[in-house]
């Protein structure tokens, strides 16, 4: 029987840990964002000041229970929702 909580103890501690490695605050997102934005050519600063002013909007939204970052994007496919696991 401690076998089995044994078992079970390590099973919850290596899913714990391997699923924080993966969090994504409304601030990393933003950082992609902008990396993105990068690529844009001639529209780069307007992306780069739209995924600085789309962080306080994701923590606005996170601690509401939203929680996603809306990307900038104004094209086909613009607007995507990307999970967001911490509302910093």
């Not at 501690?13 to 934005?37: E, H, M, N, P, Y």
């Not at 923590?59 to 809306?70: A, D, P, Q, Y």
Request: proline fraction near 3%; charge should be positive.
């Amino acid at each position: 029987m401690k076998e089995i909580f044994a078992a079970a103890a390590l099973g919850a501690s290596i899913l714990l840990t391997s699923s924080s490695a993966f969090a994504v605050s409304c601030t990393q997102q933003a950082g992609a964002c902008k990396q993105w934005a990068l690529g844009q050519g001639p529209e780069t600063a307007s992306y780069v000041q739209a995924c600085k002013v789309e962080i306080s909007a994701c923590i606005t939204r996170c601690k509401g229970g939203s929680k996603v970052f809306i990307g900038v994007g104004r094209g086909p496919g613009g607007g995507r929702q990307y999970p967001i696991n911490e509302c910093k």
